[in-house]
T-cell receptor
Framework: GDSVTQMQGQVTLSEDDFLFINCTYSTTWYPTLFWYVQYPGEGPQLLLKVTTANNKGISRGFEATYDKGTTSFHLQKASVQESDSAVYYCAHTNKVVFGTGTRLQVLP | NSKVIQTPRYLVKGQGQKAKMRCIPEKGHPVVFWYQQNKNNEFKFLINFQNQEVLQQIDMTEKRFSAECPSNSPCSLEIQSSEAGDSALYLC????????????FGPGTRLTVL
């Protein structure tokens, strides 16, 4: 069935560290893939999306590549800031499927 | 910034009571979603609408929840008889389409069932 898997529940980094958040998906369709970010006390907001396989989405220094071969959509950022601390969700909406979220804590 | 409005922001009910929350989607968005987010930040899709018609819903929603999106009125989600396990953040989102369009979320209604 349709699913999204984020293996990392929590990631703790220091400022300027490299960020990698794992996401793999399963679907019989060709999904559009999304990353959403949720800050405390707010609803999630779109960070980036990619509609076509092998394309890369880039936003606010974050990037993710839609890899149809490995069915992955990992999120990366070269240098995180304390303000990036939030919960990150990978999603595809063929059947409104969200991952379980990865809480990122960036220490000053 | 999202313009999805959800009211109330906080709702406290006793077990067995009705709990009703409302959502005004972004203007021009025909699709509305409701999710339940638990304390572990996990999302559970509940139901979605396109205009006034239900597109998809899960079993739980069909049995214990009622939801509607009347034209020219806020959408609503109501739990008929609240249970302790219903305590969660209820998120409403709207979008221009169903599968490929991004969803714009409101801030949520935090329901506490005592």
């Amino acid at each position: 069935g349709d699913s999204v898997t984020q293996m990392q529940g929590q990631v703790t980094l220091s400022e300027d560290d490299f960020l990698f958040i794992n996401c793999t998906y399963s679907t019989t369709w060709y999904p559009t893939l999304f990353w959403y970010v949720q800050y405390p006390g707010e609803g999630p907001q779109l960070l980036l999306k990619v509609t076509t396989a092998n394309n890369k989405g880039i936003s606010r220094g974050f990037e993710a590549t839609y890899d149809k071969g490995t069915t992955s959509f990992h999120l990366q950022k070269a240098s995180v800031q304390e303000s990036d601390s939030a919960v990150y969700y990978c999603a595809h909406t063929n059947k409104v499927v969200f991952g379980t979220g990865t809480r990122l804590q960036v220490l000053p | 910034n999202s313009k999805v409005i959800q009211t109330p922001r906080y709702l406290v009910k006793g077990q067995g009571q009705k709990a009703k929350m409302r959502c005004i989607p972004e203007k021009g968005h025909p699709v509305v979603f409701w999710y339940q987010q638990n304390k572990n930040n996990e999302f559970k899709f509940l139901i979605n609408f396109q205009n006034q018609e239900v597109l998809q819903q899960i079993d739980m929603t069909e049995k214990r929840f009622s939801a509607e999106c009347p034209s020219n009125s806020p959408c609503s989600l109501e739990i008929q008889s609240s249970e302790a396990g219903d305590s969660a953040l209820y998120l409403c989102a709207s979008s221009r389409g169903t599968f490929y369009a991004e969803q714009f979320f409101g801030p949520g209604t935090r329901l506490t069932v005592l």
